[in-house]
């Protein structure tokens, strides 16, 4: 994981070197764009991949694959409680549909 990230990050630094502006931008970032980036580092970088690498050592990997698909109904929740995001009848079809495949996935046939 952590190669990964700072393989990531390298790359990431280096396209910006080479195609990106001058630094001179990052000064005049004010402090509520700041915060914000740091709310999307934090919680959505950092801390879910440490949660994800915790739970593959917790979980079955079918247990993990499976909690992926949660991934879009939190953000659904989280983006219309948060960011006040309209839910539209498309979010709403979206979510049932998820919710439907996880429970088809996972249903068992008693006999």
Known sequence: MIYVMGT???INFLIT???GSSFENIYQIG???IYALLMLVIPGGVLMMYCWGKALQLISPT???????????????LG????????TL???VGFLS???AITLANWRIKK
Not at 80 to 87: K, V
Request: avoid cysteine.
């Open 8 to 10: 990531g990050t390298l």
């Open 17 to 19: 070197l080479f195609f």
């Open 31 to 33: 402090e509520v764009p």
């Open 63 to 77: 247990q993990a694959a499976i909690s992926l698909g949660f991934n879009p109904l939190s953000a659904i929740l």
């Open 80 to 87: 219309s409680f948060i960011l006040n995001e309209e839910i």
């Open 90 to 92: 498309k979010l709403i």
């Open 98 to 100: 998820i919710i439907i």
